[in-house]
Nanobody
Framework: QVQLVESGGGLVQPGDSLRLSCAASGLTFTSYAMGWFRQAPGQELEFESAINWGGSRQYYEDSVKGRTTISRDNVKNTVSLQMDGLKPEDTAVYYC???????????????????????WGQGTQVTVSS
């Protein structure tokens, strides 16, 4: 049984940083690309970032590029999302996702499509407010 468990969300002030983590179990972690999506109240699910199976390629949506860093630890089976310079519009539930890719390389356009992702976590709330 595949499980993705997010942690690290919370209430922060504008300009603060936050690091989200996702622990994966029940899958061959190095066969999966990992990603982060977010959903703000009343909004659609939005792609944020992804990282390929080996960690050598990272993908970022334009809205978070330069403020966000995705990384993975293939020993601990975790993926992290470091978010800096947080803004109130970053307030959302953040979801970790896993997509079976093997060693095949995909484009950001592929990863943006939420329906292609195989497994999802339950989400962690991030609130940016003064």
């Amino acid at each position: 049984q595949v499980q993705l468990v997010e942690s690290g969300g919370g209430l922060v002030q504008p300009g603060d940083s936050l690091r989200l983590s996702c622990a994966a179990s029940g899958l061959t972690f190095t066969s999966y690309a990992m990603g982060w999506f977010r959903q703000a109240p009343g909004q659609e699910l939005e792609f944020e970032s992804a990282i390929n199976w080996g960690g050598s390629r990272q993908y970022y949506e334009d809205s978070v590029k330069g403020r966000t860093t995705i990384s993975r630890d293939n020993v601990k089976n975790t993926v992290s999302l470091q978010m800096d310079g947080l803004k109130p519009e970053d307030t959302a539930v953040y979801y970790c996702a896993a997509e079976f890719t093997g060693t095949t390389a995909y484009s950001i356009q592929y990863f943006r499509r939420s329906h292609t992702w195989d497994f999802w976590g339950q989400g962690t709330q991030v609130t940016v407010s003064s």
